[in-house]
């Protein structure tokens, strides 16, 4: 197994103590103590509000590129390190940050001349020496990177962290011996780096030496027991080990500390079922599959499971799933033929077995010619590579392909600290709503605003302030009530059919209680009274869309075969009021970048992703700072496979206040 320690995020706390000395105003402080307490998301909003003020300053843009790195937006991150440095192309440690991010965008080439930059700056920064020889590393250069660790060696020979990146660069050349040196130096110098431990682990793996293996990770998991990539490989070692018990308790750890952590999951499940333990088994492929429906090992073994259960009608559906992936696989064929067996099938049963038969016999022609293959596939039966999708070792145990990063969890508000590691649905931003109950942001950004809307509040006319969002509060039994009253209240004024703007009020209490039909027929009354009233188009447009929402669960409930052409033709009509609504908002009120967003709403929900695109991008000329807009229209990107734009708005999204943003992005750089 090849695993790489990359040692990059230590330098990030250090980054940002260099620039202790220089005098900012209060809110740019404010933001870089926000940084340090790794508040991200906080900061970046402080720093935003001073780069709208002084957009001449590299300052803001060099400490958000560093809230951004360690939410793992890395081209984020570059954008910013490249605004900096345009505006101070002697900042240092931009070229460092970039540097950084460009490893981890794979940009090698691109990140080593940054380090080079650096190091005109500083022929003996050890840092950039160090990075410019883990770019190397990761870009599987092993010799440059050996020459670059050992540069940074010569200049700092107590350089811990420069020797544990030589001895893995030596490690992946299957040069254990040197690398073994390496790791022992570390040791030498510094007996309680939990990496130097881990690290020597690995050689010890590498060479077959379980025992020695074990004990070093357990002195790193006692150095550092929150990191969770210590765990997966002690499991992995004391599987070897035959220590069912231990490599289980390890994979509960790694999930206590990390539930989003698949691989253990996935391990997990494979052991469960080893000893017997099915029904959980199942529960762990289940969460494997929750974060993957693709993951076709996890399908297999699932399925294999559900044979042994009884679940025979499962079992089928997963191993369909699978046969699409790998057709030519044929002992599925065979379980597919148990499974039909189970279920009474025998004619079908018996030509799935026909085909595994014909499948099989027609693979021994072949035998020879793979064995030298299969020899390399069998050097370590019990473990394959997390990057190795080969269907035949489906019954591994999975190895992670490189450690998993350092994970700290210092708030427990899902907007502090490292929020691209919670694992959120991935769900559009809502259309936009004009309601007397709109929820406040945590986050520190401006709440949107519109003339036309606080010159209606201004105008004495309303019962409460108008607010524009996304996010309507639930309301109390109290506040329901006075709107149940107010509805009392205009029904007994005798001209209510003739004032528009009490048919307005009222039609927002009726919406407010969810009597849809009542506000649209208050509505339409508006309109015909002042045709002007984009209010009353704005606001039909979207109760037209919860009445569809609302209509089509129901329909939901019961499928009826025959209605189906029907309710499609009925949908497209509800589409089109809606879309009508909104253009003769644009049409009135052009600068209204809701409207915008919102039509752009309803066309991705149509499929129709270009043009949703379109007036997204719309909506962001109206509302240059519309992270909502940048945020939907980055996944309606994702949808057409524009990768490289889709980044490029969450991003944008991510630095303008939507979090989960940054789990996105890192979804998307895993892929």
């Known amino acids: 197994m090849r695993q790489f320690a990359l040692i990059l995020l230590f330098a990030i706390s250090s980054i940002t103590g260099i620039f202790s000395q220089i005098n900012t105003d209060r809110v740019l402080s404010i933001g870089r103590n926000a940084l340090y307490f790794e508040d991200y998301i906080l900061s970046i909003q402080y720093f935003n509000q001073v780069i709208r003020i002084k957009p001449y300053l590299a300052d803001p843009y060099f400490f958000r590129a560093v809230a951004k790195i360690n939410l793992e937006d890395y081209q984020g991150a570059e954008d910013d390190c490249t605004l900096a440095l345009d505006r101070n192309p002697f900042m240092i440690n931009a070229y460092e940050c970039r540097g950084i991010a460009r490893i981890n965008l794979k940009k090698y080439k691109e990140s080593i001349e940054d380090f080079e930059k650096g190091l005109e700056f500083d022929p003996d920064n050890k840092r950039f020496l160090l990075y410019k020889g883990a770019a190397y590393l990761q870009d599987k250069k092993y010799k440059e990177a050996v020459q670059s660790l050992t540069t940074a060696i010569d200049k700092h020979s107590q350089f811990v962290d420069a ?8 490690l992946a050349s299957e040069d254990t011996v040197a690398s073994m040196s390496d790791f022992e130096k570390a040791l030498q110098l510094d007996k309680f780096k939990s990496e130097s431990y881990a690290s020597r682990g690995l050689v010890y793996y590498s060479m077959g030496k379980y025992r020695e293996a074990l004990d070093d990770y357990n002195e790193a998991i006692r150095l550092k027991p929150e990191r969770s990539g210590y765990y997966i490989n002690r499991g992995i070692i004391r599987y070897n080990l035959n220590d069912l018990r231990g490599t289980m308790s390890d994979y509960d750890n790694v999930i206590q500390l990390d539930p989003n952590n698949v691989l253990a999951y996935y391990n997990r499940g494979l052991l469960r079922n080893e000893v017997g333990d099915k029904n959980r088994a199942i529960e762990d492929f289940d969460r494997v599959l929750e974060f993957d429906p693709e993951d076709y090992m996890a399908l297999y073994n699932r399925a294999l499971i559900e044979i042994d259960l009884g679940e025979a009608n499962k079992a089928i559906r997963d191993i369909n799933k699978v046969l699409k992936k790998y057709p030519d696989f044929y002992p599925l064929y065979y379980n597919r033929s148990q499974a039909k067996e189970l279920m009474g099938d025998k004619k079908g049963a018996q030509l799935d077995f026909n ?3 014909l499948m099989e016999r027609e693979g021994w022609k072949k035998k020879k010619d793979e064995k030298e293959q299969k020899k390399g596939e069998e050097k370590n039966e019990k473990t394959r590579e997390q990057s190795d999708k080969n269907i035949k070792n489906f019954n591994r145990l999975v190895i992670a392909d490189k450690e998993d990063e350092e994970r700290r969890f210092s708030y427990k508000s899902e907007i502090r600290g490292k929020v691209q590691n919670v694992n959120f649905n991935i769900d559009m931003e809502s259309i936009f709503l004009l309601s007397y109950y709109i929820k406040d942001s945590e986050l520190k950004r401006p709440e949107y605003y519109s003339q036309a809307i606080a010159d209606l509040n201004g105008s004495g006319k309303l019962p409460a302030k108008l607010k524009i969002g996304n ?32 048919l307005l009020c009222r039609a927002i209490d009726f919406d ?13 009354r508006t309109i015909e009274l002042n045709p002007n009233s984009w209010i009353a188009y704005f606001n039909r447009g979207n109760i037209r869309h919860k009445k569809m929402n609302y209509e089509k669960s129901l329909e939901d409930e019961v499928v009826i075969e025959e209605n189906t052409h029907k309710a499609e033709a009925g949908s497209q009509l509800d589409y089109g009021l809606i879309l009508n609504d909104y253009d003769k908002v644009t049409q009135l009120y052009p600068d209204f970048a809701f409207a915008w967003f919102n039509k752009g709403n309803i066309l991705a929900e149509q499929k129709d992703y270009r043009n949703a695109i379109a007036n997204y991008t719309k909506a962001i000329e109206k509302e240059k700072d519309f992270a909502e807009a940048y945020f939907n229209r980055g996944l309606t990107r994702l949808y057409l496979g524009e990768k490289d ?10 630095e303008l206040g939507i979090y989960v943003s940054y789990n996105i992005i890192k979804r998307i750089q895993q892929e």
């Not at 020797?163 to 660069?169: L, P, V, W």
């Not at 509060?473 to 059919?497: A, M, P, R, T």
């Not at 734009?645 to 999204?653: E, G, H, P, T, V």
């Open 163 to 170: 020797y544990i990146n030589r001895g893995h660069a030596y």
């Open 355 to 357: 085909q595994a038969y």
């Open 471 to 502: 996010d309507e509060k639930q309301l109390s039994k109290e506040q329901i009530d006075e709107h149940f009253q107010s509805i009392e209240k205009y029904k007994k004024l005798d001209n209510i059919s003739n004032d528009h703007v009490s």
């Open 512 to 524: 407010l209680i969810q009597d849809y039909q009542s506000a649209i027929e208050d509505y339409n």
């Open 645 to 654: 734009k889709c980044i490029a708005d969450l991003s944008k999204a991510g």
